[in-house]
């Protein structure tokens, strides 16, 4: 298993839906998750941290740990056309090596 | 600086020739990664160095890349007889302490020919 893995998608949902995108990871990565968002030719930007069990909201992003299931998801509520772009969760592993899943594609269609 | 700095941001070399890429992080960052991104992909890890010191460079494709960041703070990723697989984007990411949050710079998208 890779450290970090996501399904590249594509995920399409209609403007106003919930966008669920979700992770899962292996044994060798630490406690510290993120997630960034990329737009087609831009390098990746953080939108989201979360370091412990449970929901972290800001705006109409909620981030969701789960170590016993070892999983994070990002959800975006009210997803707009402008959060059409590719989701990339990333972990440190053991050795605090910064690791990204391959990114999950979304597309919000009006 | 106010963000990770990352220079050039586009560089065309012909195969064989040799690069050199800077990234230049925010101030007082002291760990610094270097990934390569082919299209569609997510980052590939590279190299990463905590202060001056690289503490892996497992990602590194071949002995032909190089990275330093002698004084822990700017750090440059050179490639040696560029060839044609080594086209991609270079990002350069920093963080405060080894766990913390990442900032990436714009990216250096390099085309060998």
């Known amino acids: 298993q890779k450290e970090v893995e996501q399904n590249s998608g594509p995920l399409s949902v209609p403007e106003g839906a919930i966008a669920s995108l979700n992770c899962t990871y292996s044994?060798?990565?630490?406690?510290?998750f993120f997630w960034y968002r990329q737009y087609s030719g831009k390098s990746p930007e953080l939108i989201m941290s979360?370091?412990?069990?449970g929901d972290k909201e800001d705006g109409r992003f909620t981030a969701q740990l789960n170590k016993a299931s070892q999983y994070v998801s990002l959800l975006i509520r009210d997803s707009q056309p402008s959060d059409s772009a590719t989701y990339l969760c990333?972990?440190?592993?053991?050795?605090?090596?910064?690791?990204f899943g391959t990114g999950t594609r979304l597309q919000v269609f009006p | 600086g106010a963000g990770v700095s990352q220079s050039p941001r586009y560089k065309v070399a012909k195969r064989g020739q040799d690069v050199a890429l800077r990234c230049d992080p925010i101030?007082?960052?002291?760990?610094l990664f270097w990934y390569q991104q082919a299209l569609g992909q997510g980052p590939e890890f590279l190299t990463y160095?905590?202060?001056?010191?690289?503490?892996?460079k497992s990602g590194l494709p071949s002995d032909r890349f190089f990275a330093e960041r002698p004084e822990g703070s700017v750090s440059t990723l050179k490639i040696q007889r560029t060839q044609q697989e080594d086209s991609a984007v270079y990002l350069c990411a920093s963080s405060l302490t080894g766990d913390s949050e990442a900032f990436f710079g714009q990216g250096t998208r390099l085309t060998v020919v």
């Open positions: 044994d060798r990565v630490s406690q510290s």
């Open positions: 160095f905590q202060n001056e010191a690289q503490l892996d």
């Open positions: 979360i370091y412990s069990n």
């Open positions: 990333a972990a440190f592993d053991n050795t605090d090596k910064l690791i």
């Open positions: 101030s007082g960052h002291v760990s």
